[in-house]
């Protein structure tokens, strides 16, 4: 079993759908990486949380650190929000390192 | 500032030859990391440093050598490329918990 799941692996959405994808983990963590990586194949980092939300622009992330659980969900979704997210948590045994999940690849359709 | 990158872009090596991938970052950043990705797969640390000098293995290592002389500059070294190390190998850095990442090379092994 992976220690990183995400759901869905895929998802299609017309444009203004309300989107949310979930990432899972096994081990007990102190904090947890939202990243986008786009069809080009470059990376950024979108949020780093250890509790509660966070929102930035249409993007909002959640956890909860008991249930280790947390969630992205974009609103009102757009075509340029077509990308691959990665959910990674940080390695509980050494903070300096994250443990990756496979990613949601996420389409939206005009 | 011109953030993390990475040269070269795209690369195919015949087996056995050797090369060395760079990575730079600008931003005086003392954590910095190698990730492959292989096609459906999450990403996977292969060495990361937590500034000059120290380097330390991830969890695929194996047939691949770092040094950070300079907090600007972490090398990654192939010495006999073999077929399994054909993949997309991206460089990150990161400071106060955000990772930024470079733009990737990727490396095919014929």
């Known amino acids: 079993k992976n220690e990183v799941e995400q759901s869905p692996q895929n998802l299609t959405a017309q444009e203004g759908e309300f989107i949310t994808i979930n990432c899972s983990y096994s081990?007990?963590?102190?904090?947890l990486h939202w990243l986008q990586q786009h069809p080009g194949g470059g990376i950024v980092s979108l949020f780093m949380l250890s509790s509660g939300k966070k929102k930035h622009g249409r993007l909002i992330a959640t956890i909860n650190i008991q249930e280790k659980h947390s969630s992205l969900h974009i609103t009102a979704s757009h075509p340029r929000d077509s990308a691959v997210y990665i959910c990674a948590p940080r390695n509980p045994y050494n903070t300096d390192k994250l443990i990756f999940g496979t990613g949601t690849r996420l389409q939206v359709f005009p | 500032n011109a953030g993390v990158t990475q040269t070269p872009k795209f690369r195919i090596l015949k087996i056995g030859q050797s090369m060395t991938l760079q990575c730079a970052q600008d931003m005086n950043h003392n954590y910095m990391y190698w990730y492959r990705q292989d096609p459906g797969m999450g990403l996977k640390l292969i060495y990361y440093s937590v500034g000059a000098g120290i380097t330390d293995k991830g969890e695929v290592p194996n047939g691949y050598n770092v040094s950070r002389s300079t907090t600007e500059d972490f090398p990654l070294r192939l010495e006999l490329a073999a077929p399994s190390q054909t993949s997309v190998y991206f460089c990150?850095?990161?400071?106060?918990?955000?990772?930024?990442f470079g733009p990737g090379t990727r490396l095919t092994v014929l």
């Open positions: 990150a850095s990161s400071y106060a918990n955000e990772q930024f």
């Open positions: 081990v007990g963590i102190s904090a």
